[in-house]
């Protein structure tokens, strides 16, 4: 559910990056990767409709080059975008030169969609020896990408101690072993992998998550795009620390920790460090896609929320917290959808604020019933929450909407401490269920096409990128 990867989004940039990533491969495997002439690339349905304002064809460009999202400096986007677009050239794998012109050879289809899932694209190549053939990637959401005609359920063969479809399963294996989530999940993760490595893998998330957040409440400016969006994390947390003075991420920890805990104070900085992220998010800075990048936010900032003003500041915690959300994420990308393009926003906002519930819940000393009653009313109170970014920019209402979603998980985690689950009247498996019904039944100008909502009714002029 955690990737480390490049904002804007997750299914239209990170996606259509590691799409390129597995097409350059399917050529290397083919033998044609130094045979290549020429690359043509088709955006379908969402993925042209909101491509320009979600960098989908700077992704693809260096997916092409052979860059990883999770190491490429991001600083470094611009200038090798621009020597794409000057030579007409672009370097496959980052070794054999062919002519490229962006403008030209990636084609956004606004009109056309693929039966399969909203967010499609085409590869189309020729070889020099005038031999052609094309190939087809769907960006299912959260960075997840499935090659036509491949399943997208993972790798099948490993045998989990805990197999686990739906919240139901969940809780069984809960009652039937004692465990909590976060034990149940790191036992099937072995099966994969060292449990030591897990353990790793997930402070490294968390390592770039508050990286993330540090660097948001620190950088100033105006967002990229044309939207003219001032950041505001970085005002937010110098009022809050009134121009206190700190060298690093722990004396920052401290100084924040020292201002107490009033209400609003802490509403302020749960605020703050979910604006700090989705501010890094949209100007293609490194994140953790959680379950997605527009949604990016919601979890550091209930982490955070939890490190800071609950004393959670221990990394068997983090872990905890980290695996207990991803267990919630995977059970709603199995039951519904963690794709805007299939379910609008509820998909995004209300699954990031019904996994950080869950974790928080979890941490916070609830029962597995708790933890799962807490996902359930997050999210509860996003069914139906449309995605109509303004411009297809991942910043209005994208931004501000994470905050929501890290409120609402906290308000959630409260409210189910303080229940009894038994009297609970909706279950995670029905609230699954009903997001999904209503993923069906939503217009598709709500699902990541930018044709309905606010990004129809607030007018703007956004100049061609
Ligand atoms: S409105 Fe929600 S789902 Fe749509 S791009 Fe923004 S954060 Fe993602």
């Given at each position: 559910m955690f990737k480390i990867g490049i904002g804007p989004s997750s299914s239209h940039t990170l996606g259509p990056w590691k799409a390129a990533l597995q097409f350059l491969d399917s050529l290397e495997q083919g033998n044609n990767l130094k045979k290549v002439h020429s690359i043509k690339v088709l955006l379908y349905g969402s993925l042209a409709k909101t491509g320009v304002g979600h960098g989908t064809a700077v992704a693809i460009q260096l997916g092409l080059c052979g860059e990883d999202p999770v190491t490429f400096d991001v600083t470094a986007i611009d200038k090798s975008i621009f020597q794409i677009k000057q030579t007409q050239q672009l370097i496959i794998a980052g070794k054999y030169p062919i002519d490229f012109n962006p403008v030209d050879d990636i084609?956004?289809?606004?009109t056309e969609s693929l039966p399969f899932h909203p967010n499609a694209l085409t590869f189309l190549v020729q070889l020099q020896n005038g031999e052609s053939f094309a190939e087809t990637y769907y960006s299912i959401g959260g960075g997840f990408v499935v090659k036509e005609?491949?399943?997208?359920?993972?790798?099948?063969s490993v045998v989990l101690p805990f197999p686990i479809n739906t919240a139901k399963d969940l809780l069984h294996w809960c009652m039937k072993t004692g465990m909590m989530i976060s034990e149940i999940v790191l036992e099937n993760e072995s099966s994969w992998r060292p449990e030591p490595d897990t353990r790793k893998q997930a402070i490294n998330i968390w390592r770039v998550m508050k990286e993330c957040i540090y660097r948001g409440c620190h950088t100033q400016g105006v967002l990229p795009g044309g939207l003219n969006v001032k950041r505001r994390g970085f005002n937010l947390n110098r009022r809050l620390l009134k121009d206190t003075t700190y060298t690093d991420y722990e004396s920052w920890l401290s100084c924040i920790k020292a201002g107490g805990n009033n209400f609003t104070y802490i509403l302020d900085w749960v605020s703050c460090f979910a604006l700090a992220v989705n501010e890094e998010n949209a100007s293609f800075g490194r994140v953790v896609t959680a379950p997605t990048n527009g949604a990016a936010g919601v979890i550091p900032a209930v982490l955070q929320y939890y490190i800071c003003?609950?004393?959670?500041?221990s990394e068997e915690k983090i872990i905890q917290f980290l695996l207990t959300a991803s267990e919630v994420g995977s059970i709603f990308k199995k039951g519904a959808t963690i794709s805007a393009a299939m379910g609008g926003c509820q998909a995004e906002i209300g699954v990031s604020s019904a996994m950080a519930a869950a974790a928080l819940t979890e941490a916070m000393g609830g029962s597995q019933r708790q933890a799962l009653m807490a996902a359930e009313i997050a999210m509860e109170h996003h069914l139906g929450l449309t995605c109509d970014p303004i411009g297809g920019l991942v910043q209005i209402p994208c931004i501000e909407r994470n905050t929501m979603g890290a409120i609402k998980a906290i308000t959630a985690s409260q409210l189910a401490l303080q229940s009894q689950p038994d009297f609970a009247k909706v279950s995670l498996d029905g609230v699954i269920k009903t997001m999904w019904d209503t993923a069906l039944d939503m217009n598709s100008k709500y699902k990541e096409t930018s044709d309905g909502g606010l990004a129809i009714h607030i007018p703007i002029s956004l100049s061609e990128c």
């Open positions: 084609e956004f289809l606004f005609g491949e399943t997208s359920h993972g790798n099948n003003f609950c004393d959670g500041n």
